[in-house]
């Protein structure tokens, strides 16, 4: 389940015939948060996710299951420590493990 609520399953979307990129990240990651403001994976989301030719699909997920939402929301409530605000200029779903129905497979 992302952020939004939004419930996502993995093998419908390879059953439909797209390829999918995940971005295993943590909020505190320098690496990733810098990674995160090229916009690489936006951009191509943009272009060929639903919105774009559809062929795709791009999944952000927060790695560091010891890490809370707010981390991922770059609000003051954050457990651990995050680079700021992951959902700013980013349209493809985000998943973070604290509240949702993410299960490692």
């Known amino acids: ?3 939004d609520g939004n419930t996502h399953n993995l093998h419908d979307v390879l059953e439909d015939g ?3 990129f995940i971005d295993f990240s ?4 320098s690496i990733c948060w810098n990674y995160h ?3 690489a994976l936006e951009d ?5 996710g639903p919105a774009g030719t559809d062929e795709m699909m791009v999944y952000w997920i927060e790695s560091d ?6 981390c991922v929301t770059g609000s003051d409530d954050c457990n651990w420590s995050t680079k700021g605000d992951w959902r700013i200029g980013t349209t ?3 998943i973070s493990p604290e509240g949702s129905d993410l299960e490692y497979v």
Not at 26 to 29: D, H, L, S, V, Y
Not at 44 to 48: G, I, N, P, S, W
Request: charge should be neutral.
């Open 26 to 29: 943590k909020t505190w990651c």
């Open 18 to 20: 797209k390829s999918v």
């Open 1 to 3: 389940m992302d952020l």
């Open 65 to 70: 299951d010891n890490t809370n939402t707010a």
């Open 37 to 39: 403001q090229t916009h």
């Open 44 to 48: 191509a989301y943009q272009m060929h």
């Open 92 to 94: 493809y779903p985000i």
